[in-house]
């Protein structure tokens, strides 16, 4: 499973951005899709998590701001960020758990590249 990010980049406080991760390979199903952050010299740490039935969790700091879903083959997970914070600047890396791959299950996590969200005026 490969997981492609796009859709960083420099925006105004107070503005907005969609970023998109598609998921690639032999998929089945993915279980749970979302994005995690890193600051500058921060641990990474969670932002949204999508599972296939609809659930969602968002780190408190997002919530009201952030909204994440994912498509109908369950295979492109979106995060769109509104009224973005400097706080909010980050490596944003999408993430997926809980593949099923021709029949075969596997819960490790799966990453993708992160993508640079900054957010400065």
């Known amino acids: 499973v490969q997981l492609q990010a796009s859709g960083g980049g420099l925006v105004q406080p107070g503005g907005s951005l969609r970023l998109s991760c598609a998921a690639s390979?032999?998929?089945?199903?993915?279980?749970?899709m979302g994005w995690y952050r890193q600051a500058p010299g921060e641990q990474r740490e969670l932002v949204a998590l999508?599972?296939?039935?609809?659930?969602?969790n968002y780190e408190d700091s997002v919530k009201g701001r952030f909204t994440v879903s994912r498509d109908n083959a369950k295979t492109t997970v979106y995060l769109q960020m509104n009224s973005l914070e400097p706080e909010d600047t980050a490596v944003y890396f999408c993430?997926?758990?809980?593949?099923?791959?021709?029949?075969?299950?596997?819960?490790?996590?799966?990453w993708g590249r992160g993508t640079q969200v900054t957010v400065s005026s």
């Open positions: 993430y997926a758990r809980g593949v099923t791959s021709m029949g075969s299950f596997d819960n490790s996590p799966f």
């Open positions: 390979g032999n998929i089945d199903v993915i279980n749970v």
């Open positions: 999508h599972t296939r039935t609809g659930s969602t």
